[in-house]
């Protein structure tokens, strides 16, 4: 893709107004030599005999967003549950390597799946919103890891509604209303609120605009954008022009002959679009194929 092309995709016809450049200078640093919040090392992921995914090993820079894209069943969902320890519920799945959260391995022994998963939160594709009030969804998880008391429950609630740019189209009637009444846009922002509220590390994505009409979708890229200043967001997107316009990192995954997945390369988001190291990116990003 072209200096000009990658401009272009960063520009979406529909936007509303000017929208502030994603991709910041700072960003430019190469990744190694940012904060590392969680690293993947030599991971090979089984469903049942079957190799998925081969020998994965990359970086993901603290408050930054990090894209994970290829063609389908290339492993990027699979990859993306190994950051939260979501394919321990997958029965026939078995990880291979290592996950580092801060240095420390989420899958050494001793560590507990759901205190992974309180600190590296997960945003489906398709919203899921409890069949119970906005309220109730964002105070369910604080509540289920015993929090009680109804001024800190009260606070937290409206102020992950806020972080989530939920608030303002709410806050009228967020006690009594359900989420399942909010439109797709908000349902998801209200899940991404729902996520905050348990206070992660790191927010994991998969697909969560594939749903979404554009201005929905344009919503929450915004809100990644804002989001990124205090988490750490690693999200998969089939979206050539989305991974471009709201990553800083970018990781391109490939099947190989015998169908397992693994990782072609990984950068800065600019560097995989605009000069990538491998001509099957390049093929990639270019929409040559895929
Ligand atoms: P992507 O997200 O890139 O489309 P996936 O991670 O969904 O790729 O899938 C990678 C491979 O693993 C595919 O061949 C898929 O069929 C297989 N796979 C994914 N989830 C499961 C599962 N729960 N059980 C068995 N195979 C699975």
């Not at 605009?209 to 205090?230: G, H, Q, V, Y």
């Amino acid at each position: 893709m072209t200096e000009d092309a990658l401009e272009d995709a960063m520009t979406v016809a529909e936007a509303p107004a000017v929208r502030k450049p994603v991709v910041a200078a700072a960003e430019e640093t190469p990744i190694e030599q940012r904060t590392i919040k969680m690293r993947m090392e030599g991971v090979n992921v089984y469903y049942g005999e079957r190799l998925a995914v081969r020998d994965i090993s990359f970086p993901v820079a603290a408050n930054a967003v990090t894209a994970l894209i290829g063609p389908s069943g290339s492993g990027k969902s699979t990859i993306l549950r190994c950051f939260d320890r979501m394919n321990d519920l997958v029965p026939s799945a078995r990880v291979e390597g290592s996950v580092t959260l801060d240095g420390e391995d989420i899958y050494g022994t001793g560590v507990q799946a759901v205190e992974v998963r309180r600190r590296v939160g997960l945003v489906f594709q398709r919203p899921n919103p409890f069949p119970m009030s906005i309220y109730d969804n964002v105070a369910y998880g604080p509540r289920r890891h015993g929090e009680k008391n109804k001024q800190t429950l009260d606070e937290l609630v409206v102020s992950c509604l806020q972080r989530a740019a939920l608030w303002d189209e709410v806050k009228d009637d967020y006690r009594k209303k359900s989420g399942l009444a909010l439109s797709g846009g908000q349902q998801q922002r209200l899940c991404i609120a729902r996520t905050l509220a348990t206070d992660p590390r790191v927010i994991l994505m998969d697909e969560p605009a594939s749903a979404l009409d554009p201005i929905a979708t344009l919503k929450i890229e915004d809100l990644m954008a804002e989001l990124r200043d205090n988490y750490t967001i690693i999200i998969v997107t089939h979206n050539m022009q989305q991974a471009a316009r709201i990553s800083d990192q970018t990781a391109f995954f490939n099947m190989g002959d015998d169908r397992a997945g693994y990782l072609v390369e990984m950068g800065n988001t600019s560097d995989i679009f605009t000069r990538p190291q491998k001509q099957l990116t390049e093929d990639y990003v270019s929409g040559r194929f895929g």
